[in-house]
């Protein structure tokens, strides 16, 4: 492994939407030192298992919330946790309906609006 690289054993709560099957998963990922959890996923994805599914990125900037998920058991925003070396699970955000994996049917941008705009 070469320097600024971090062993990262990540377990990914999976499901199946179809079959409502449910089960984790743990991958060994060398990532670079302080990729944040959602570049994680993304490797894990294009690496391991094209099947992943995950909140797709957006602002990236931890503002529009939908890159939500639940990190070693508490609410999280994927692209605000920086992953350490070692092992992290990641589930689906809490309190929202799973489509598939990680991705949940509420994970989409909620734009954020000027002050004084009620609508
Ligand atoms: S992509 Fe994480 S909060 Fe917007």
Known sequence: M???????AAT???CDPDTG?????TYRVPMAAGDHALNLLATIRRRHD???????????LGTCGACAL???GASALGCRVIV???????????????AA???TLAA??????????DE
């Open 70 to 72: 639940t990190v070693d």
């Open 84 to 98: 350490r070396a070692g092992a992290i699970r990641i589930g689906p955000a809490k309190g929202r309906p799973v």
């Open 2 to 8: 070469s320097e600024g690289t971090i062993e990262v």
């Open 21 to 25: 099957r449910r089960w984790v998963a």
């Open 12 to 14: 990914l709560e999976r």
């Open 101 to 103: 994996d990680l991705l």
């Open 108 to 117: 989409r941008p909620h734009p954020i609006r000027p002050e004084g705009d």
């Open 50 to 60: 094209a099947t992943l599914s995950y909140p797709a990125h957006f602002c990236k």
